[in-house]
């Protein structure tokens, strides 16, 4: 056996260990959720840092890649996202690809080069055809326009609350207030009714990222919160209404009634 050979045995050798290796160990989801926490930062942080939407940080945490824009920018979300997080962006991409059933890296194309063309008379524009096309565009995007438009109000705003991140909390007994974060359609009025009698709900409008977040005022008991997203534009209401109950205990000793209408 060569010295080239032994090389070569060495280094399948290795391949085979870390294939192995993220067969037997974590799903990628955990890894990342694991690396995230190990670094010590939340979504909000990690999206300041690396320039990825929190939506498309969760998706990659949960290992839902249909929420991503394509394969092509998935890799390159899942390569930025590892190396913030200190992980083998190689290693990380290997295991993305054994998971959907896609072990191998597809085989490069060569392409042969073509001879050099003799260079065609460049085109002459006349003002005609400047107008003409200058036309093309408008009426092109003016039509883009319109179907943006119908599109939207056809389609209620989306909403969704990504802290808490159960619709179910329980508080320190020393909480007053809670922070309520999600994503919505982007420019919003996100409105959130805490059934008080006589009080209008709370309402907030979601940036242009569509990130949205509401201090609560809360009290002793089980505080019940109905989020809702509202589009300026078309007045429509989200389909779904998401029901939050957070809880703050009473003090040791004191009457524990829930006074939640």
Known sequence: MTARDGIRRRADGRDADRAYATEAGPSLPERLVAARERKGVDLYRAERDTKIRVRYLAALERGDYRELPGAVYTKGFLRNYALYLGLDPDDVLLQWRRERGDPREPQAVITVPRPIATPRKGLTFSPSLVVFALLT???????????????????????????????????????????????????ATVSIDDGTPDRDPY???????????????????????????????????????????????????????????
Do not use: C, M
């Open 203 to 261: 309402q907030v409008t979601a940036e242009s990222t569509g990130l949205w977040s509401a201090a609560v005022d809360l009290r002793r008991g089980r505080n019940q919160f109905d989020v809702n997203a509202i589009d300026p534009e078309t007045g429509k209401h989200s389909e779904d209404t998401i029901r939050l109950y957070l809880t703050v205990p009473f003090p040791t000793g004191t009457d524990t009634t829930d006074t939640t209408p």
């Open 137 to 187: 565009v408008a009426v092109l995007a003016f039509a883009a326009y319109l179907g943006v438009q119908l599109l939207r109000f056809a389609k209620p705003p989306t909403i969704s609350v990504t802290d808490p991140a159960t619709a179910v909390v329980d508080l320190d007994d020393s909480a007053t207030s809670y922070t309520l974060r999600g994503v919505t359609l982007p420019g």
